[in-house]
């Protein structure tokens, strides 16, 4: 028996940190939503007890490291289950690059392994594991629009965008989510975004305000890290993006679109910067 699940990357269209907690984690306050630029996972049961990953891909982890792998043990110990799985991942997402990849493919897989193996678990139950594997799995159990606080993993839903195109540019850097986090400073942020007036944005379905209003804390640490993504989100610009954004924490940067005869142009404008540049649509 095989099930077929959709990985969605996410994008933040606000990222906030307000500050660290006592736990090590830090308090913060993020919409995000999702993006058709996908992995796609084949999930087949197995008669022994074991887990199998494979993918085309030849630069991600397919043992203990891999979150999908984690996520299988993980439904797999806490429901008692003694059938295996080989789950082969179709890998489209770039990784470490700050569009929740590896946590969008951990979400697929237990939704997709409560449906092989007919296990019934509530979908806030399926949360709930998901946020033991990391922050950004809760979000990508369900998908849509959400206003995410604590370190990620409380939701709220709210309006999707307005439909347009995303255009995404992944420079052939790697960023570590934890050295980011580790150099902010919360109490030395000038400017925090706002979730309350993105939220106004997308429930008025207005285009314009959500470009204007996008905003993460994040960008100023990536950005002196590594200065040429605050090269490629300049070009995106010149390029005449709507709205540009650094994703989660980086290096990946997206442009909002309204209008399609201008996506060509950012397109192939961007590939003279990187090789990893994609147009896809908002999902809503």
């Known amino acids: 028996m095989k099930m077929y699940e959709k990985a969605p990357a996410k994008i ?66 806490r429901y008692n289950v003694k059938s295996g799985v080989h789950i082969h991942l179709d890998k489209r997402i770039p990784v470490a690059a700050g569009l929740a990849g590896g946590s969008s493919d951990a979400a697929a897989t237990l939704r997709g392994l409560n449906r092989l193996w007919r296990l019934h678990i509530p979908l806030q ?29 409380k939701l709220t839903p709210i309006a999707n965008p307005p439909q347009c195109w995303v255009v995404l540019a992944k420079p052939p850097i790697n960023v ?7 150099r902010v400073r919360s109490q030395s942020i000038a400017v925090h975004p706002s979730a ?13 305000d959500v470009c204007d209003r996008l905003g993460n804390v994040l960008e100023d640490v990536t950005l002196k890290l590594h200065p040429e993504v605050q090269q490629l989100k300049e070009a995106m610009i010149k ?6 954004l650094m994703s989660g924490s980086g290096p990946t940067v997206f442009g909002l679109v309204s209008r399609p005869s201008k996506v060509a142009r950012i ?3 961007l590939r003279g910067f990187c090789k990893e540049v994609y147009a896809v649509r908002s999902l809503s």
């Open 125 to 153: 139950e399926l949360q709930e594991l998901g946020a033991e594997l990391g922050s950004d799995v809760p979000f990508c159990v369900t998908g849509g629009t959400a206003l995410a606080t604590g370190r990620g993993e």
């Open 196 to 208: 309350s007036r993105m939220q106004e944005a997308l429930e008025a379905g207005s285009f314009q």
């Open 267 to 269: 397109y192939n404008g």
């Open 12 to 77: 933040n269209l606000m990222l906030d940190v307000l500050h660290k907690r006592a736990d090590g984690f830090h308090e913060v306050e993020m919409i995000m939503t999702m993006v058709d630029l996908a992995d796609r996972l084949e999930l087949s049961e197995l008669p022994r007890d074991t887990i199998i990953i494979s993918s085309q891909a030849g630069y991600i982890p397919l043992d203990e490291k891999n979150l999908a792998f984690q996520a299988a043990r993980l439904i797999k110990d």
């Open 239 to 244: 390029l005449g993006a709507d709205g540009v």
């Open 176 to 182: 570590s989510t934890a050295e980011v986090y580790g």
